[in-house]
């Protein structure tokens, strides 16, 4: 039994909506994802710096202060390296012909 092209099309657009919805909630998990990642970052560059400042002022331990100020590091370099893969994926993607 053949299908019609009104059938197919119908077909194509229901399937469409099923994967469309999924993928916005996959996105919204993402988006989620990556907004809880940068809010470490930045509170782990706030917490360098109040370690930073504690032991200059003689008040925290400068071992503290290297620790937390090397977990703000690699936080950074973290972000830098997930956006430089991000650039070159969209970049990838763009050059695919149509």
Do not use: N
Not at 45 to 61: F, I, V
Not at 86 to 96: C, D, K, L, P, S
């Amino acid at each position: 039994m053949a299908i019609g092209a009104v059938q197919a099309a119908a077909a194509y657009a229901s399937a469409g909506a099923g994967t469309a919805g999924a993928a916005a909630s996959g996105g919204a998990e993402f988006g989620a994802a990556l907004h809880r990642a940068l809010e470490t970052g930045v509170q782990l560059g706030r917490t360098a710096d109040a370690s930073a400042t504690q032991a200059l002022m003689g008040q925290g331990s400068v071992s503290d202060a290297v620790l937390a100020i090397s977990r703000a590091e690699l936080a950074l370099q973290t972000a830098v390296s997930l956006r430089d893969r991000v650039v070159a994926a969209y970049q990838e993607v763009m050059r695919m012909p149509i």
